[in-house]
């Protein structure tokens, strides 16, 4: 059987995502490009622990470059990433359409408007993108809701704007390490869903995308 993507090699690996069989070449190629691969796909998750095996960081290509964060700010500021990163996996439960590219450029965007915040100044970059402006806002409510519940806790202080800019700069800068640039790429997006225990946000399902 010849494989459907180049019409030239032998179709010997199945591809869960097209619901047929494609050579490993082509497998390789489109992964995450023109194949929206499943992120239970044994061949996708194969090539994530290769390219994180190979991972190097350059801290000057991250986000937010002059932000360096130590070891404890994860452990400091635990509550709220989880809800963060909560609020990113219902979303992306709601929308299949979601990327990693996307996660990045709201939580980016939304971290720059508290930079400013915390500045003084109360200024909002618009998005663009509809998908990218919907998640902006569906963080900005999952911050209202935790603001709201730690208020009314007792003996807590309040959450600072400068405390949510620092946690959206660390998780952006997160996902552009991740992230592995593909336009279907949800490398990102599975790493946060790992710590969730509702199957929803862990499992993506197969989506057939012929090139």
Known sequence: ????????????????????????????????????????CEHLKASRENDYSRLVVDPETLPFKETKFGREFARS??????????????????????????????LRTLAETYQTQTSGIIYEKPID????????????????????KLEQQAGVGALRDSEVRDALIFLAQLAAVYQNGRPKGRAYLDLIRAQFP??????????????
């Open 77 to 106: 500021y635990g509550p709220l990433l989880a809800a963060l990163d909560y609020a990113v996996c219902a979303f992306a439960a709601e929308h299949r359409a979601l990327v990693d590219t996307d996660v990045l450029a709201a």
């Open 1 to 40: 059987m010849t494989c459907p993507i180049c019409n030239k090699r032998k179709a010997k690996r199945w591809c869960p995502a097209r619901a047929e069989s494609i050579c490993s070449i082509c497998c390789g190629e489109q992964r995450e490009i023109t194949i929206d691969c499943p992120s239970d």
């Open 129 to 148: 993108y509809a998908l990218q402006r919907d998640l902006y806002g569906a963080l900005k409510a999952a911050i209202t809701e935790f603001r709201a």
């Open 198 to 211: 509702n199957e929803k946000f862990r499992k993506a399902e197969s989506s057939i995308v012929l090139p």
